[in-house]
């Protein structure tokens, strides 16, 4: 998918909502445990229940691969499902030595024909090269997460005082350019959204946090946005298991029609 397409869903939609398909077998309703294929049944379910609310989809591959094959083939089958005007988001975050990288890239773009895959910077360019070199295809680079753990070195200064995540941002930009390249910024960090918008102001944020990790849209609106809304704010849990019962999927698109509503009334105070 091209920036346009998606910046074009974006308004059409009133949208800007990614939705995280993160099954966890332990929390999906029992029933669909005595189905063939229990994360895709789940799955399924969900977008056909949000799909009209989201621009895009982001299946934590973590959440596929602990089950081996079968939990690949689940995978397959749940990119395959999601409508074409639906960006997908494998979020893999790999990062490895060019040659390996080569084949992750091979794996999510090629085998599984995902729009985007999660990338952690750390090993340099190299490492993430090789995911750029296909067409209408996106690399989301970690830039500043919102885990605990961020704190031991992402916020670690030089003699400059400049930041480790800002020198990632400053030498990742260069990478890619604002239709290849977008960036991971944690929700729950508002005042480090803007502090990364002024480094990269043209380009798409994917924000994760949103909902059951405490971030706040409102927050996130005025200190991310740019001339194209430049942000794909995820939720998760908030909206997979808004219930566990037989009824999980008409809330899931109840939760999903409330994130958009409110996503619908900052577009439109945007005059966007």
């Not at 998606?6 to 309703?29: A, H, N, T, W, Y």
């Not at 975050?93 to 995902?114: H, P, Q, V």
């Not at 030089?158 to 930041?163: C, L």
């Not at 910024?185 to 924000?207: C, M, N, Y």
Request: aromatic share 12%; with cysteine; glycine share 8%.
């Amino acid at each position: 998918m091209t920036r346009s397409e998606l910046i074009e869903q974006i308004r059409m939609k009133r949208s800007f909502l990614c939705v995280g398909l993160d099954p966890d077998l332990e929390k999906i309703p029992p029933y669909l445990l005595e189905t063939k294929d229990p994360i895709f049944e789940f799955n399924k379910a969900i977008i056909d229940a949000t799909k009209e609310y989201c621009v895009a989809y982001k299946p934590n591959v973590a959440f596929y691969e602990c089950h081996g094959p079968k939990g690949w083939d689940s995978l397959q089958k749940t990119l395959n499902y999601i409508p074409k005007n639906i960006l997908t988001i494998a979020d893999a975050k790999r990062g490895d030595i060019g040659n390996t990288s080569s084949y992750y890239a091979k794996t999510f773009f090629e085998y599984l024909d995902a729009d985007c895959v999660t990338i952690a910077p750390y090993m340099g360019s190299d490492s993430v090269t090789p995911f750029f070199e296909y067409q209408g295809k996106w690399v989301i680079l970690l830039a500043l997460t919102s885990n605990k753990g961020a704190l031991d070195f992402q916020f670690m200064a030089d003699g400059n005082n400049v930041e480790l995540y800002k020198k990632v941002l400053k030498k990742s930009k260069d990478w890619g350019t604002k239709d290849n390249l977008m960036y991971v910024v944690g929700a729950t960090r508002a005042e480090g959204i803007g502090e990364v918008r002024k480094l990269v102001p043209e380009h798409f944020f994917l924000v994760p946090g949103l909902g059951a990790q405490g971030g706040s849209l409102e927050d996130v609106a005025n200190y991310g946005w740019n001339d194209d809304c430049g942000l794909l704010v995820n939720s998760s849990r908030a909206i997979i298991y808004a219930s566990q019962g037989e009824d999980f999927a008409a809330q899931a698109g109840l939760a999903a029609k409330s994130i958009q509503q409110e996503m619908a009334d900052i577009l439109d105070a945007k005059h966007f």
